[in-house]
């Protein structure tokens, strides 16, 4: 077992402080990720957008003894640590991997690594599914694949393993030599290569040969032979392979032919010069793909044809996300019918844990499929899970868990199987909970996901929280260091749901939000965000509401500054508000000719704090203004120099929103104000390819129908028929947001992978499309916007912007939102 000396030497580490050689149990990189104090070692790594010495404090609080940091950070304060040993390093990314590739030197065990453009968790999955008969295999949770996702993934590895997986994934050159050194895989998977992520390479061969460094090492790689750069690339590198090929016949495999049979496809293959044939459990091309690798795998060993197809009827599909949703008695979903492993559990743990406020934290809990950990030792460690992660009631579903009931002190009610549960299941013993649903695949917890699901019609808008996340990120790394950033939720976060989208800017630490009215920022705070909040709309008839629930209004006028002193109490604690200047937009906002008044007021109540003073550019997305644009700027640091010096104390001062981030980068002052690149589109247009889409709006089909020659589809008669046609019903009208200016083959939308024009004026629940010639039925799914469809194409069609698209899908449309 590794220690903290020995550690000291793994990564080459000064010991800066040494209290007791503790032994080295978790490697922890994200704070809100503790879940044993004992024995953890936080790693505390400076990243592009957050800085993990920001947490060491709190850690120490919560019972952490081990530090690694960089050099310099928290030498002055070792004080505030007498109890805990302290290592200095470089960077503490670098040593997070050099004690995983150490610990991966510790074994023998056989080790399959995983890249490629697509499908490397499901390859990663599935193969150790269909292994599990034969191997205890250790694999990457979820998609853990990144230079801080590799080393936590290796870390897990373990005496028991007879075999590992891990996937990795890299978005530039130079990091694939690094996880390498973690992964050592002598076996290699390369999935396939495509044009995804491609922003850090400068060609396709470049990331190839990039990706193909994880298998310097490797004694035998896994690859289609149909993708000619990866072909080539791997024979210039000499590494030894097994291909497949549905076209060359000098692959290993050859794939003769793939013919859907309902839910199947049928493959026929030749492989060491014997024809067969197999059923694939799928019928898209990617899942098709897919199961090819691991077929590719599974042959190499040798096992028996029918043990082969047994193994792969088991297959499904992998839910790649975890999906939060509102349920019945106001209870709040968190599906994860993913698996269930010790890994996967904890996360999901993480995210129950940050959602604040939701009311009772509730789990349903299966069985776990764990391989490498004894079973008394796997549910205890599951009860501290579930402990320290503050679960109030617990539902266990399955043999062992019933098994094991008393691990869990009180808290659990136990079935034998999921079927016993629903048999028992009463809607109303749960009201006002946060309920994750955790179960491994084959106790289809999807039936209980049902049981809580509310009825619901089937327009639904999912936003993908990864996505948000990723442009979050984006924008911030075109921040200056230091440059605060503010985020606008209003209007239910540019329609994506307030509360979800706050939840996940908090936990991802931005530093305002702001909202249009003061009952949005009430709502926020009734959920538990705790964020400074700016109030931009506010009334006089609200203030008491907003000193009540500790939000900031924007003041832009002497009139509501006065409002605002009147109502003021002689309360002690001080008064925050933000001011707004008027700069050439003409909306909202002090000028010049108010500042003596405004002055004099401020003087008058030094209660009165004010936190900022920002303008807004009327033109920042378009290089037409771009004078107007630098005079409002310039106007604006005049006069709040002017605010600045009267003052007497420092404020924020902020000007940029979206658009100005990504042009005026030299004026980002104290804040910036970052709206819809947020959601996913870029304003200025220049630089949309970076962002990733985050809502999606789907229906589905309610009917298909045949209409002949010269006949007419909706009110008014609008949709002719020139020929006969087939016709699908959807269930989107304008009350749902779906404008009615797409009437009439304006707008499109997406069904089966097909663009398909609505035919006829839009209704008010639902609308008519032309689906001539293509292959659609009652039930099918609707895209009507989305990352195949976008709002930027859809505003254009309607002469409106995205930003009205976008808020304008109404209330009643289910949200959901989805993680990986
Ligand atoms: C909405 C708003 C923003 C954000 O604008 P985007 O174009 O969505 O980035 C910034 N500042 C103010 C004052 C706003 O009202």
Known sequence: MLHFQMLASVVEGHIAQFINDWPVLDLLTDSRKLSQPAGTVFFAISGRHNDGHKFTSQLYAQGVRQFVVEEQRVQAQLKNYPEANFLEVKSSLAALQAVAAWHRQQFRVPVIGVTGSNGKTIVKEWLAQLLSPDELVVKSPRSYNSQIGVPLSVWQLNEQHTLAIFEAGISQPGEME????????????????????????????????????????????????????LHQAVQASGIKSFTWSRTSKKADLVISDTTVAGAKTIVVYNCQGQKQR???????????ENALHCLAVLLHRGLPLFDIQNRLDKLHPVAMRLEMKEAINGCYLIDDTYNNDLAGLAIALDLLASQPQRGRRTLILSDLLESGVQEEELYRQVATLVQVKKVERLIGVGPTMQKHAEAFGGIGTFYSSTAAFLERFEADSFRNEVILIKGARVFGFEKIVQAFQQKVHGTVLEVNLDALVHNLNYYRSKLASGTKLMVMVKAFAYGSGSFEVANLLQFHHVDYLAVAYA??????REHGITLPIMVMNPSADSFAKLRQYNLEPEIYSLELLEQFLLSSSAAAAPDRIHLKLDTGM?????????????????????????????THLAGADEALHNDFSAQQITTFRKLSEQVQARLGYQVLRHVLNSAGIVRFPEHQLDMVRLGIGLYGVEATGAEQEALQSVSTLKTTVSQVKRIGKGETVGYSRKGVAIEAKTIATIAIGYADGYDRRFSNGVGEVIINGKRAPIIGNVCMDMCMVDVTGLEVKAGDGVMVFGPQLTLVELAQKIGTIPYELLTNVSARVKRVFFAE
């Open 178 to 229: 690094k996880l390498q050194q973690i992964i050592r895989p002598g076996i290699g998977i390369f999935t396939n290569i495509g044009s995804a992520h491609n922003e850090g390479f400068t060609s396709v061969e470049q990331k190839v040969a990039e990706k193909l460094k994880l298998f310097k090492q490797a004694e035998l790689l896994f690859y289609c032979d149909d993708y000619p750069l």
């Open 519 to 524: 009952d949005e920022g009430v709502s926020l």
């Open 278 to 288: 197999l059923a694939i459990p799928f019928t898209d091309e990617a899942s098709v």
């Open 586 to 614: 003409h909306r909202l906002g002090f000028i010049e000719e108010d500042f003596e008044s405004l002055f004099r007021l401020l003087e008058q109540h030094p209660q009165v704090q004010v936190m900022s003073i920002f």
